[in-house]
């Protein structure tokens, strides 16, 4: 199996921007935890070690993060969504770049079968906080689509670098397991189409999505970045960590 990440990362990314983008939430003592929050103590994650939480060793600003990203306009031509091979199993290991995903992001473990086939388990989609039970019933997401990706710079690389975008399992940020319905909804829009239907989410996806395309050196048009501006202005505390891609 991959080493990309052992624990939920996308639901302790939740629970660590909860109070960023909810200031409010800070101040209910009496208020019951979130299902983001139960999954997390369940899984032994701190939040102030989840990916987009403030942490020693560094890290933007959303908004520090947002004017970071490279301008230029978007570029469909020539879009062809197998440009971009996934669902590898780069380590031969058995296991899809799907499934490797699944099995990081469980919030209870599935048992794995012959060809790493998955039964049982529990995750929980941050976009909309479902808890699912069935691993059919969840897509795994490019952070930045596929057809957002070609958009924005990937027309211009070779094959081997669409496919390791595909499949990138080494940034907690790229790759999210969600809801069908959600990953759907989304479709190839960036956020000034689209926004996760949890609110509490919205802190979280921001960074997610930036963090996914300064690690792939990805540009933003003048309404994405507008939008992406507008947001972070409600998400103050919200820090953002990315390594560039090789």
């Known amino acids: 199996m991959s080493v990309r990440r052992f ?23 009496d208020a019951k935890p979130s299902a983001a929050e139960s999954a997390n103590a369940s899984a032994g994650v701190r939040p102030s070690a989840a990916a987009g939480a403030p942490a020693d060793g560094g890290g933007l600003s959303l908004a520090a993060a947002i004017a970071k990203l490279p301008a230029a306009e978007e570029v469909r031509d ?25 099995l990081a992001e469980a919030v209870e473990k599935p048992e794995q079968g012959a060809r790493c086939a998955l039964t049982g388990g529990e995750w929980l989609s941050y976009y909309d906080e479902a808890t699912v039970d069935d691993a059919r ?34 940034a907690e940020r790229s ?22 239907p949890a609110e509490s989410a919205r802190c979280t996806y921001l960074a997610d999505w930036t963090a996914t395309k300064l690690r792939w050196q990805l540009t933003a048009d003048d309404k994405e970045r507008a939008v992406l501006e507008k947001f972070a202005a409600d998400c103050p505390d919200t820090v953002v960590k990315y390594e560039v891609a090789p």
Do not use: Q
Request: hydrophobic letters at 40%.
């Open 175 to 196: 790759l999210v397991a969600v809801t069908a319905k959600t990953n759907r909804s989304k479709a190839d829009k960036d956020p000034s189409e689209w926004m996760p």
């Open 7 to 29: 624990l939920p990362i996308a639901v302790a990314v939740l629970a660590a921007t909860l109070t960023a983008c909810n200031p409010s939430a800070a101040d209910s003592s």
């Open 137 to 170: 019933k969840l897509d795994i997401d490019h952070m930045v689509p596929l057809a957002e990706a070609w958009d924005s710079g990937a027309s211009a690389w070779d094959a081997d670098r669409r496919m390791r975008y595909a499949n990138d399992l080494d």
């Open 78 to 102: 020539g879009y062809k969504r197998d440009s971009f091979k996934h669902w590898v199993d780069e380590d031969r290991d058995g296991c899809s770049t799907r499934n490797e995903v699944l």
